[in-house]
């Protein structure tokens, strides 16, 4: 179970840090990623990161602003978004791959998602 936290309302150019808590022994194991949802668009890939967070990768949108991270020990994602714009706000998602990369695969190979956590961005 994915428990993602830390969304809110900032301005732009500030930043935000979100949480993706996680319970369960496999987290340490697998892959994870960040998504977004907008209103009215598609979900989209934000970032993803190894087991062992050693192969990261983010989308050209975010790319330079955002760091995703780990700490297997305390079963916990993180994306530092820095530099925030208007059009990051969405939902933002934490998911977990059902490999050891997140690199590469298809939405559907993430089998556990978070319930979401909102960013507004104001102009």
């Known amino acids: 179970q994915l428990q993602a936290s830390g969304g809110g309302l900032v301005q732009a150019g500030g930043s935000l840090r979100l949480s993706c808590a996680a319970s369960g022994r496999t987290f340490s194991s697998v892959g994870m990623g960040w998504f977004r949802q907008a209103p009215g668009k598609e979900r989209e890939l934000v970032a993803t990161i190894s087991w062992s967070g050693a192969s990261t990768y983010y989308a050209d949108s975010v790319k330079g602003r955002f760091t995703i991270s780990r700490d297997n020990a305390k079963n916990t994602s993180w994306l530092q978004m820095n530099s925030l714009k208007p059009e990051d706000t969405a939902v933002y998602y934490c998911?977990?791959?059902?490999?050891?990369?997140?690199?590469?695969?298809?939405?559907?190979?993430?089998?556990?998602w978070g319930q979401g956590t909102l960013v507004t961005v104001s102009s």
């Open positions: 998911a977990a791959s059902r490999f050891a990369y997140a690199n590469g695969i298809s939405r559907a190979d993430f089998g556990s």
